[in-house]
């Protein structure tokens, strides 16, 4: 999602700078808190509503009489003026409530949509003791590393913990400190019997 953000930031930075793009400076924090004021999907509300319980008060909410503005000059007394913030501060906490609620829907919504998208890609869990080969990633952003093997191992699988994450252990038995998500590991199916080959070489490494 953070991603996603970002190219749209970057999109409309470039869009309003034009051929001029030492103004992204000028036009950064506008679009900054353009978005801030801008209602989301998963939200139903904008960030600035979830964090100040009301809506950012825009120039045209001052000029034009509007519902959504307190007309505080007409609030003389003390008791008046804390009734009117407290009035507009009361369903704060309720809208989060429902803020809340509906990003986590829309997160399920999601997982259904990706789930039923990718239903051909989804593989069993892998078992402790199943032995895999883990994808190194690094090698992506290194150039001159094209036809170099991206896998490293093998490995002997742990355990699986929360989230699809596993934890491995390399040959001698010694469990790696990094966890690893599903998508970087795949079986391997050495030659022979896997559990001589492990015991062998610990024999060497003892030797």
Same mark, same amino acid.
């Given at each position: 999602?953070?991603?996603? /953000? ?11 700078? %034009? ?9 950064? #924090? ?11 999907? *998963? *939200? +139903? ?13 825009? #120039?045209? !909410? ?5 519902? @959504?503005?307190?007309? /505080?000059?007409?609030?003389?007394? =003390? ?9 507009? $501060?009361? %369903? ?8 809340? =609620?509906? $990003? &986590? =829907? ?7 949509? /990706? ?23 690094? @090698? ?5 590393? $094209?036809?170099?093997? &991206? ?7 742990? =355990? ?5 994450? !596993?934890? $491995?252990?390399?040959? !001698? ?15 391997? !199916? #050495?030659?022979?019997? #896997?559990?001589?080959? &492990?015991? +062998? ?7």
């Amino acid at each position: 999602m953070g991603e996603r /953000w970002h190219k749209h930031l970057k999109d409309s930075v470039g869009k309003m700078c %034009g051929e001029n793009g030492s103004k992204w400076k000028e036009y950064l #924090p506008l679009l900054k808190f353009a978005d801030q004021i801008s209602t989301k999907q *998963t *939200t +139903g509300y904008s960030p600035f509503q979830i964090q100040c319980g009301q809506r950012a008060v825009k #120039p045209i !909410y001052i000029e034009t009489k509007t519902y @959504l503005a307190i007309e /505080w000059h007409k609030l003389s007394p =003390k008791g008046d003026l804390l009734k009117a913030r407290a009035t507009q $501060l009361s %369903g704060k906490e309720e809208m989060r409530k429902r803020a809340e =609620k509906k $990003l &986590r =829907k829309s997160r399920e919504d999601s997982i259904k949509y /990706w789930d039923k998208r990718l239903a051909h890609k989804i593989r069993k869990s892998i078992e402790p003791v199943e032995i895999v080969l883990v994808y190194n990633r690094t @090698l992506e952003s290194q150039l001159g590393m $094209l036809f170099r093997n &991206r896998f490293t191992g093998p490995y002997w699988v742990l =355990k699986q913990i929360s989230n699809g994450l !596993y934890e $491995l252990e390399n040959p !001698y038995g010694t469990r790696l400190a990094k966890i690893f998500a599903a998508s970087q590991i795949k079986s391997f !199916y #050495p030659r022979g019997d #896997p559990e001589e080959s &492990r015991s +062998g070489e610990e024999n060497e490494e003892l030797e």
